[in-house]
């Protein structure tokens, strides 16, 4: 049991919804901080939606403000990813990841230097 543990993607039409989680284990659980990186062929990982617990703060890239929402569930201890209104762009794998430090200050960290621990992925394709 890895830990960190993404739900199974899926293929969606453009302009429909996927909605990912990933479940922390007792070794990531009190971590504050979290993200999501997709993967796109033959392109970099990147951030593109984290938040920190501590600060109630969250990070998004601009080319998905107002599609992504990412939010924390205390009770499954889990990281829910909902996407709206998905782009065939949008199509990559999946990771959710926790950063190197457990606990983190004004600064919501989502760069992927910042991050150290990853789940397997998930392959989301947006296509029609």
């Known amino acids: 049991q890895g830990q960190l543990v993404e739900s199974v993607g899926g293929l969606v039409q453009p302009g429909g919804s996927l909605r990912l989680s990933c479940a922390f284990s007792?070794?990531?659980?009190?971590?504050?901080?979290m993200g999501w990186f997709p993967q796109a062929p033959a392109r970099e990982r990147e951030g593109v939606s984290c938040f920190s617990s501590s600060d109630n703060q969250t990070v998004y890239a601009d080319s998905v403000k107002g599609r992504f929402t990412i939010s924390r569930d205390n009770v499954k201890n889990t990281v829910v990813l909902q996407m709206n209104s998905l782009k065939p762009e949008d199509t990559a794998v999946y990771y959710c990841?926790?950063?190197?430090?457990?606990?983190?200050?004004?600064?919501?960290?989502?760069?992927?230097?910042?991050?150290?621990?990853w789940g397997q992925g998930t392959q989301d394709t947006v296509s029609s």
């Open positions: 007792e070794f990531t659980l009190d971590y504050d901080a």
């Open positions: 990841a926790t950063p190197k430090k457990k606990y983190w200050t004004v600064y919501v960290p989502c760069r992927l230097e910042d991050y150290d621990l």
